[in-house]
Structures are given as C-alpha cells and as structure tokens.
C-alpha cells in the first residue's frame, strides 16, 4: 500500500535551517511529483511547491523562493523539504503529498517549531 | 496566487444538503480541470474527498459530489452525517503555481 512516512517533530532558533523528510513506499517513487503543503496553528493549508522525483525538477511558491529547497534521493525513495532563515510564523506543520488523483496520499506532518 | 475563496462556515442538519464553493480566477479553477477537495479533521492529515473537480477516490461515499462553472468550483454533500463535521479545502492547479482556499468549517447541527 502507498506510504509516506515524514521525520519526526523539530525545534528550531529563528534564523536556523531545517530539513524535513518524507520516505515513500508502495509505489514507484519516480512517477509522481510530491507536493510540499504547511498549515500553520489554527490556519488553512498553503502550497509551498513540487518536485518531480523522476529529473529532479522543481517548483516553488513565489513566497518561499529563495529560503525553500526541494531535494530527493531515489536510491531510497524519499524526498525533501529544507528551509532556511526560520522565522517564528514559519512555526507549522509541513506535510508532503503525492500527486496523483489530486493530492491522494498524504503524510503524517512534521511539526517544526521556531522558538529561542 | 492569492488564496481560493470559500466562506468561513456552513452548516446543516443531519440528512440534508449542503454546497460549498470555492471561486478562483480564470487563471486556475477557470483554466483548468484540475480542483480537488479535502476534508480534514483536527490534528489530522488532509482526506481527499474529490479530484479532476468532480472524481471521488476509491472509499469517498457518494453523497460527496464536486462540479464546476467558469471561476468557481463546487462541493456538495448529501444526506449530512455527524462526522461529516470537519474543514473542508478546495485546491487548483495554476499551471505554475497550486492555490488552496482559506477553509471552510461544516458544522452539523
């Protein structure tokens, strides 16, 4: 059955990196962009882009242009979402999606708080 | 990219009717066959209840129904249930972009 399974909960100074992780199963990874979505406290959901496993291609939401990498490794199915220069609203839970029959399968969210 | 709009909250009684909409631009839910619809619960991840505007995934009861007409998308849901009771998102493709609406809370009565 199509898994994805995300790293656990992070806490973060401001101005820190982080580097979420998404580990895929049940599927072959290549054929369907992953889609990175966040949801801050009692907020709705935000797109923040894609990547195609299969070249590695990318797309980000203009808002995080420049602070947001999408990276994967195919030798293990996973995908990834860093982000740099965190700031207190970046606090939110970052999900990864795959993009198939709209946004089919979701992972659990990683929770990543900014604090000092 | 500015966010789709959905109103705040809807609400019903049980074994009623309900319609959500989700207004885009003619950049995205106008341009494109390609909004989606997402219910999600407290502290949980995303469900999809619709795609391609008006497909249910495997398991998606069909009192869930999705249509379209020019900037806005639809979702309606038939014979209300108490754990109908959640937030529902719409999403659109934009070609270079993906846009969710701000949400919607469906209160049950």
């Known amino acids: 059955q199509v898994q994805l399974v995300q790293s656990g909960a992070e806490v973060v100074e401001p101005g820190a990196s982080v580097k979420v992780s998404c580990k895929t199963s049940g599927y072959t990874f290549t054929t369907y962009q992953v889609y990175w979505v966040r949801q801050a406290p009692g907020q709705g959901l935000e797109w923040m882009g894609w990547?195609?496993?299969?070249?590695?291609?990318?797309t980000y939401a203009q808002k995080f242009q420049g602070r947001v990498t999408m990276t994967r490794d195919t030798s293990i199915t996973t995908a990834y979402l860093q982000m740099s220069s965190l700031r207190s609203d970046d606090t939110a839970v970052y999900y990864c999606a795959r993009n198939k029959d709209g946004l089919g399968y979701w992972g659990q969210g990683t929770l990543v708080t900014v604090s000092s | 990219q500015s966010a789709l709009t959905q109103p705040r909250s809807v609400s019903g009684s049980p074994g009623q009717s309900v319609t959500i909409s989700c207004t885009g631009t003619?950049?995205?839910?106008?341009?494109?066959?390609?909004v989606s619809w997402y219910q999600q619960y407290p502290a949980k991840a995303p469900k999809p209840m619709i795609y391609?505007?008006?497909k249910r995934p495997s398991g998606v009861p069909n009192r869930f129904s999705g249509s379209k007409s020019g900037n806005t998308a639809s979702l309606t849901i038939s014979g209300l249930q108490a754990d109908d009771e959640a937030d529902y998102y719409c999403?659109?493709?934009?070609?270079?972009?993906?846009?969710f609406g701000g949400g919607t809370k469906l209160t049950v009565l």
């Open positions: 391609d505007v008006n």
């Open positions: 003619s950049s995205d839910v106008g341009a494109y066959n390609f």
């Open positions: 999403c659109s493709y934009g070609g270079t972009y993906t846009v």
């Open positions: 990547i195609d496993p299969n070249s590695g291609g990318t």
